[in-house]
């Protein structure tokens, strides 16, 4: 069995987090790490049904809020939520890092419920937009937070496959969003009543999250780093190369992730002629499906290929972007084929590749940044994809108002998620949790 040692100066506080780390592969986790990724996906669901039902009702909205007036100020909207969503994620996953992710976690489930009901209460452009960005300040606590528990209690043998359940709940949140667009249309619903229902949801079940969530042991070891002031996390991160590149790999196909979900129910119901329901439900029903499918076979799969190379996760990652790459381009041919079953065939090959890319970036994290710059770290990834997926929300009305053609816009965020294939290849692991070690101090 190969072993990986450390420098003899490491302190003992360092060796005792590393010792942790070094679990052998075929250790199962014991039955609460299950039950906490249990508990997660809910959330997970609630979190992504929030933001994807402005997108899937959006003509009920413009209907009902005329003073929303254009495409950019709608694109303003959405790019709005994501700024302050980005600006806040750092801070999130510091405090994670810092304090306690059962906090972290518990408390942004109140704050985003709260503002999720406050939004059915929108009336004119100004308090819509007002409400989008608190909820991106309330929701950006929740995610670095949540996938850093899931990484404590799940160490290398199951790591991936845990993140891929809970972000399965992340996919199962998006469709159901593309069915609120039958709300929306219904006359005894409406887009408010939806907003309303979602926001009583959350609030009624933070009470048992809270009660049944606990910190995972490892995170709460005496002696453990996890003091780090936030010039020393950053520095400590932003140092580290292997970071660097993975924050834009995980930027830039997420700028084409953004596109899908926040403008494909818009673009299917103009350039097909269908319903705001059915185009909702079409935009977003298949290929979260495959991204489902994907993530239990990506993770699956990127656990396995860790038994026989530390780059197991990344060439799992880099098979899903490749997919996406080819997604993009057939997404932005298919408007020209009039066909809705071409955008919908591609969207699926979309959905596979983002469920393989989606399952193994904390994984990946977990093998550059050391546990207690987790959460941390993911936040910064956060800041760094969501600013530009603003730009991109933002970017893609201007471009539609000017009528440039959907097979050029799409073309271009393709081009943009080709690179990012290069980038996570050049990723080099330097932590190891799958795999026994001594440890030397």
Same mark, same amino acid.
């Given at each position: 069995?190969?072993?990986?040692?450390?420098?003899?100066?490491?302190?003992?506080?360092?060796?005792?987090?590393?010792?942790?780390?070094?679990?052998?592969?075929?250790?199962? =986790?014991?039955?609460?790490?299950?039950?906490?990724?249990?508990?997660?996906?809910?959330?997970?669901?609630?979190?992504?049904?929030?933001? *994807?039902?402005?997108?899937?009702?959006?003509?009920?909205?413009?209907?009902?809020?005329?003073?929303?007036?254009?495409?950019?100020?709608?694109?303003?909207?959405?790019?709005?939520?994501?700024?302050?969503?980005?600006?806040?994620?750092?801070?999130?996953?510091?405090?994670?890092?810092?304090?306690?992710?059962?906090?972290?976690?518990?408390?942004?489930?109140?704050?985003?419920?709260?503002?999720?009901?406050?939004?059915?209460?929108?009336?004119?452009?100004? *308090?819509?937009?007002?409400?989008?960005?608190?909820?991106?300040?309330?929701?950006?606590?929740?995610?670095?937070?949540?996938?850093?528990?899931?990484?404590?209690?799940?160490?290398?043998?199951?790591?991936?496959?845990?993140?891929?359940?809970?972000?399965?709940?992340?996919?199962?949140?998006?469709?159901?969003?593309?069915?609120?667009?039958?709300?929306?249309?219904?006359?005894?619903?409406?887009?408010?009543?939806?907003?309303?229902?979602?926001?009583?949801?959350?609030? +009624?079940?933070?009470? =048992? /999250?809270?009660?049944?969530?606990?910190?995972?042991?490892?995170?709460? *070891?005496?002696?453990?780093?996890?003091?780090?002031?936030?010039?020393?996390?950053?520095?400590? /991160? +932003?140092?580290?190369?292997?970071?660097?590149?993975?924050? /834009?790999?995980?930027?830039?196909?997420?700028?084409?992730?953004?596109?899908?979900?926040?403008?494909? =129910?818009?673009?299917?119901?103009?350039?097909?002629?269908?319903?705001?329901?059915?185009?909702?439900?079409?935009?977003?029903?298949?290929?979260?499906?495959?991204?489902?499918?994907?993530?239990?076979?990506?993770?699956?799969?990127?656990?396995?290929?860790?038994?026989?190379?530390?780059?197991?996760?990344?060439?799992?990652?880099?098979?899903?972007?490749?997919?996406?790459?080819?997604?993009?381009?057939?997404?932005?041919?298919?408007?020209?084929?009039?066909?809705?079953?071409?955008?919908?065939?591609?969207?699926?090959?979309?959905?596979?590749?983002?469920?393989?890319?989606?399952?193994?970036?904390?994984?990946?994290?977990?093998?550059?940044?050391?546990?207690? +710059?987790?959460?941390?770290?993911?936040?910064?990834?956060?800041?760094?994809?969501?600013?530009?997926?603003?730009?991109?929300?933002?970017?893609?009305?201007?471009?539609?108002?000017?009528?440039?053609?959907?097979?050029?816009?799409?073309?271009?965020?393709?081009?943009?998620?080709?690179?990012?294939?290069? +980038?996570?290849?050049?990723?080099?692991?330097?932590?190891?949790?799958?795999? =026994?070690?001594?440890?030397?101090?």
């Amino acid at each position: 069995m190969q072993t990986r040692r450390f420098p003899r100066a490491l302190p003992p506080a360092n060796c005792a987090m590393l010792a942790l780390q070094m679990k052998p592969a075929n250790d199962a =986790p014991p039955r609460y790490a299950w039950i906490v990724v249990a508990l997660l996906v809910p959330l997970a669901l609630l979190n992504y049904l929030d933001r *994807q039902m402005l997108a899937a009702m959006k003509f009920s909205l413009m209907t009902d809020i005329p003073d929303i007036g254009s495409e950019a100020n709608w694109g303003k909207i959405l790019a709005l939520f994501k700024w302050t969503y980005a600006f806040l994620s750092p801070i999130g996953g510091y405090l994670a890092d810092r304090f306690s992710r059962r906090h972290v976690i518990a408390g942004s489930l109140v704050a985003w419920s709260a503002v999720t009901w406050a939004t059915g209460q929108a009336t004119n452009y100004e *308090q819509l937009l007002w409400t989008r960005a608190v909820m991106g300040v309330s929701e950006a606590l929740y995610i670095p937070a949540a996938l850093a528990l899931i990484a404590d209690y799940h160490l290398g043998s199951t790591r991936s496959r845990a993140v891929g359940m809970h972000q399965m709940g992340i996919y199962a949140g998006i469709i159901i969003g593309g069915f609120s667009g039958y709300a929306a249309d219904h006359p005894e619903l409406g887009w408010r009543w939806m907003f309303e229902l979602c926001g009583v949801i959350g609030l +009624l079940y933070a009470i =048992p /999250l809270y009660l049944l969530v606990r910190n995972a042991p490892a995170a709460e *070891q005496p002696g453990e780093p996890d003091k780090t002031s936030p010039a020393g996390a950053l520095r400590e /991160l +932003l140092g580290n190369p292997s970071f660097i590149l993975l924050v /834009l790999y995980f930027t830039l196909p997420a700028m084409a992730g953004w596109i899908v979900r926040d403008w494909m =129910p818009a673009i299917l119901k103009a350039e097909f002629g269908i319903g705001q329901g059915k185009a909702g439900v079409s935009a977003t029903l298949y290929w979260m499906v495959a991204a489902i499918a994907a993530a239990v076979v990506g993770g699956w799969l990127a656990d396995r290929w860790m038994r026989r190379t530390q780059r197991g996760r990344i060439y799992t990652s880099a098979i899903g972007m490749v997919l996406i790459v080819i997604a993009m381009m057939g997404v932005g041919y298919s408007t020209q084929t009039g066909v809705l079953g071409v955008a919908i065939a591609f969207l699926i090959v979309f959905g596979l590749g983002w469920g393989f890319f989606d399952t193994n970036n904390m994984p990946i994290l977990c093998q550059i940044a050391r546990p207690h +710059l987790r959460a941390t770290g993911y936040g910064i990834m956060n800041m760094v994809s969501i600013s530009c997926g603003g730009l991109a929300d933002w970017g893609f009305g201007i471009l539609r108002d000017k009528a440039v053609p959907l097979l050029a816009i799409f073309g271009i965020f393709a081009s943009v998620a080709l690179v990012s294939v290069v +980038l996570v290849l050049l990723i080099r692991p330097s932590l190891t949790d799958t795999a =026994p070690a001594p440890v030397t101090h």
